[in-house]
């Protein structure tokens, strides 16, 4: 098998990363652009010792989900920023769903019911974006699994205020990064890579004003932050005089959406690596003096502290691992609440919580991602006995 060629496969399950499956001659292929139980030409474009990667560059038998692109560019040899396109949006919440569920069966041991919820808008959601300046100095995002830049005019995905064929008349500097990031407001933020820019995005949340640096993280679907902090609040249960920990917390929208509930005689406690974030945490929570900020490494910090009684984790998609989770539950909280941007990460840390006699109590998945592979999921673990 060489790259370039090209085979009639038969689609079978979806794997972790939002490829299809497919077998030839033994050898597994994970292929883009396919659905289950389709059969589909596949043209190969990677190859590793133990599998191959390939693109459906023509359907023989298409799936009852397959539905035609909203993108053009969302095709073989075009942008990499959408994988799910070609397939209903019910359908491709139910894949993310059987890719949670193996994630779970495979590392941690368990078989779990779950549902990924709708998350609108399915289009237009995207309130930040980077792309990079093609030798046209045109705006461009790159190919999958490449460093091609595929020029574009449009994202079906892009919030309306992201205007692209506006930034394509600037005559960007090529090469560049450029991130645009949109604010409840609707006003967006552009930011050019060796420009400085000191505008703020402002956004608010359950009645929290907060002002950012673009660079700061902050949730792409304009609902998911509202979305996850409601999901974070109704399983923490917090009380009042809690001692909450924000763990990887970033500009502090948990912190923020459970101030009124530990209220005055409460505490919070933030641990953020970033220094934007820290700073733009530390001007949004100036007014709060039972809200302290650590600007360091989790895995670092955390171990400073002896007790709490609830802690909220935002890890990375690497996921918190052993050393976290042990400094963790070395605070004897009673609720442990984590948000995951990858369910094999989750999955692996459950199994970890599980060994250290914290159940996984309420799991929820939502599409905040919506044309992608992504899932993002916030689940519940409490202390047994």
């Given at each position: 098998?060489n790259?370039?060629?090209?085979?009639?496969?038969?689609?079978?399950?979806?794997?972790?990363?939002?490829?299809?499956?497919?077998?030839?001659?033994?050898?597994?292929i994970?292929?883009?652009?396919?659905i289950?139980?389709?059969?589909?030409?596949?043209?190969?474009?990677?190859?590793?010792?133990?599998?191959?990667?390939?693109?459906?560059?023509?359907?023989i038998?298409?799936s009852?989900?397959?539905?035609?692109?909203?993108?053009?560019?969302?095709?073989?040899?075009?942008?990499?920023?959408?994988?799910f396109?070609?397939?209903a949006?019910?359908?491709?919440?139910?894949?993310?769903?059987?890719?949670?569920?193996?994630?779970?069966?495979?590392?941690a041991?368990?078989d779990i019911?779950?549902e990924?919820?709708?998350?609108?808008?399915?289009?237009?959601?995207?309130?930040?974006?980077e792309?990079?300046v093609?030798?046209?100095?045109?705006?461009?995002?790159?190919?999958a699994?490449?460093?091609?830049?595929?020029?574009?005019?449009?994202?079906?995905?892009?919030?309306?205020?992201?205007?692209i064929?506006?930034?394509?008349?600037q005559?960007?500097?090529v090469?560049?990064?450029?991130?645009?990031?949109?604010?409840s407001?609707?006003k967006?933020?552009?930011?050019?890579?060796?420009?400085?820019?000191?505008?703020?995005?402002?956004?608010?949340?359950?009645?929290?004003?907060?002002?950012?640096?673009?660079?700061?993280?902050w949730?792409?679907?304009?609902?998911?932050?509202r979305?996850l902090?409601d999901?974070?609040?109704?399983?923490?249960?917090?009380?009042?005089?809690?001692?909450?920990?924000?763990?990887?917390?970033?500009?502090?929208?948990?912190?923020?959406?459970?101030l009124?509930?530990?209220?005055?005689t409460?505490?919070?406690?933030?641990i953020e690596?970033?220094?934007?974030?820290?700073?733009?945490a530390?001007?949004?929570f100036?007014?709060?003096p039972?809200?302290?900020?650590?600007e360091g490494?989790?895995?670092?910090e955390?171990?400073?502290?002896?007790?709490?009684?609830?802690?909220?984790?935002?890890?990375?998609?690497?996921?918190?691992?052993?050393?976290?989770?042990r400094?963790?539950?070395?605070l004897?909280?009673?609720?442990l609440i984590?948000?995951?941007?990858?369910?094999a990460?989750l999955?692996r840390?459950?199994?970890?919580?599980?060994?250290?006699?914290?159940?996984?109590?309420?799991?929820r998945?939502?599409?905040?991602?919506?044309?992608?592979?992504?899932?993002?999921?916030?689940?519940r673990?409490?202390?047994?006995?």
């Open positions: 098998m790259v370039g060629d090209e085979f009639v496969v038969d689609i079978s399950s979806i794997a972790h990363g939002g490829h299809f499956v497919a077998r030839h001659e033994g050898r597994v994970f292929v883009r652009h396919a289950s139980g389709e059969k589909v030409k596949v043209r190969i474009t990677e190859i590793s010792k133990n599998f191959a990667r390939g693109d459906a560059i023509e359907v038998n298409p009852q989900h397959r539905i035609p692109p909203a993108c053009r560019f969302a095709r073989p040899d075009g942008c990499g920023g959408c994988d396109q070609h397939i949006p019910q359908a491709q919440r139910s894949f993310k769903a059987a890719i949670i569920k193996e994630q779970f069966k495979r590392l041991k368990m019911d779950i990924v919820e709708e998350v609108a808008p399915i289009l237009g959601w995207r309130s930040r974006m792309f990079t093609s030798e046209n100095r045109k705006i461009s995002m790159f190919q699994r490449s460093n091609k830049l595929i020029e574009i005019d449009e994202c079906k995905i892009a919030h309306e205020s992201i205007k064929s506006e930034l394509n008349n005559k960007l500097p090469g560049k990064k450029v991130d645009v990031a949109v604010g407001d609707g967006s933020v552009i930011s050019i890579e060796g420009v400085e820019n000191f505008t703020l995005v402002n956004q608010s949340v359950n009645g929290f004003e907060f002002s950012l640096t673009p660079e700061s993280f949730q792409s679907h304009m609902a998911a932050p979305t902090s999901a974070v609040l109704k399983f923490a249960e917090l009380r009042s005089g809690d001692h909450l920990y924000d763990l990887y917390s970033g500009v502090g929208l948990f912190a923020s959406a459970a009124g509930i530990v209220g005055e409460g505490r919070i406690t933030m690596e970033s220094p934007n974030a820290v700073t733009d530390k001007r949004n100036a007014n709060y039972n809200v302290e900020i650590v490494k989790v895995e670092r955390l171990k400073r502290f002896v007790k709490g009684d609830v802690v909220v984790i935002d890890p990375p998609r690497s996921g918190a691992g052993e050393r976290v989770i400094q963790i539950l070395a004897s909280p009673r609720t984590y948000v995951a941007c990858d369910p990460a999955a840390d459950t199994e970890i919580l599980e060994r250290f006699d914290y159940s996984l109590d309420g799991l998945a939502f599409d905040l991602f919506p044309m992608t592979q992504h899932i993002e999921s916030v689940a673990f409490i202390r047994r006995g």
